[in-house]
């Protein structure tokens, strides 16, 4: 199975601040039909998990533009360029290349 | 409105079998792959299994070794996650997800495998 590993996995940032989240696969994610499928999901406390960002750099529908998603082949990256107190909980990168597809252990955001 | 609203979970002894169903509305059902997705206590995510628009295919996760079986019903709208044989380590919360890759997802159902 393709390993996903995130850093860091925890992360207190001051509000306004800006803020980085590093994803690395154990193998590349192109597909076969030249997509990338990295996601990331966020996870605010108590809720399930919500797609922000799809195939690494896709802001999905009534996502604030302070998230963006970069990167390719096995390394990724999620931003916020200043975070706001609803960003807080924990954000995972996923890959939807390879099956079963996998997640990331998960950084927890929080204020400082 | 986009909506998947997940049932079934419950308390259930080791061993013993349980089926979650999702009922989905607000979007053509039969248009998108669907899939399950599970989170224990505390822990990451994990995903369990996807299916085709026409059941035609399906894929799971190899550490549940045929114990569960993913199925639907596109004239009820509907997901089924049928679960055989459980184990403590099925203890989760179960999410029900549009889209191959999950971009919707339901707010989840918990089964809990203990004695």
């Known amino acids: 199975d393709v390993v996903m590993t995130q850093s860091p996995l925890s992360l207190p940032v001051t509000l306004g601040q800006p803020a980085s989240i590093s994803c690395r696969s154990s193998?590349?994610?192109?597909?076969?039909?030249?997509?990338?499928?990295l996601n990331w999901f966020q996870q605010r406390p108590g809720q399930s998990p919500r797609r922000l960002i799809s195939k690494v750099s896709n802001r999905d529908s009534g996502v604030p533009d302070r998230f963006s998603g970069s990167g390719s082949g096995t390394d990724f990256t999620l931003k916020i360029s200043r975070v706001e107190a609803e960003d807080v909980g924990i954000y995972y990168c996923m890959q939807g290349t390879h099956w079963p597809y996998t997640f990331g252990q998960g950084t927890k955001l929080d204020i400082k | 409105e986009v909506q998947l609203v997940e049932s079934g979970g419950d308390l259930v002894q080791p061993g013993g079998s349980l089926r979650l169903s999702c009922a989905a509305s607000g979007f053509t059902f039969n248009s998108y792959w669907m899939g399950w997705v599970r989170q224990a206590p505390g822990k990451g995510l994990e995903w369990v299994a996807n299916?085709?628009?026409?059941?035609?295919?399906?894929y799971y996760v190899d550490s549940l070794k045929g114990r569960f079986t993913i199925s639907r019903d596109n004239a009820k709208d509907s997901l089924y996650l049928q679960m055989n044989s459980l184990r403590a380590e099925d203890t989760a919360v179960y999410y029900c997800?549009?889209?191959?890759?999950?971009?919707?997802w339901g707010q989840g159902t918990l089964v809990t495998v203990s004695s």
């Open positions: 299916i085709k628009q026409d059941g035609s295919e399906k």
């Open positions: 997800a549009r889209g191959a890759r999950g971009n919707f």
């Open positions: 193998q590349s994610l192109v597909y076969s039909d030249g997509n990338t499928y």
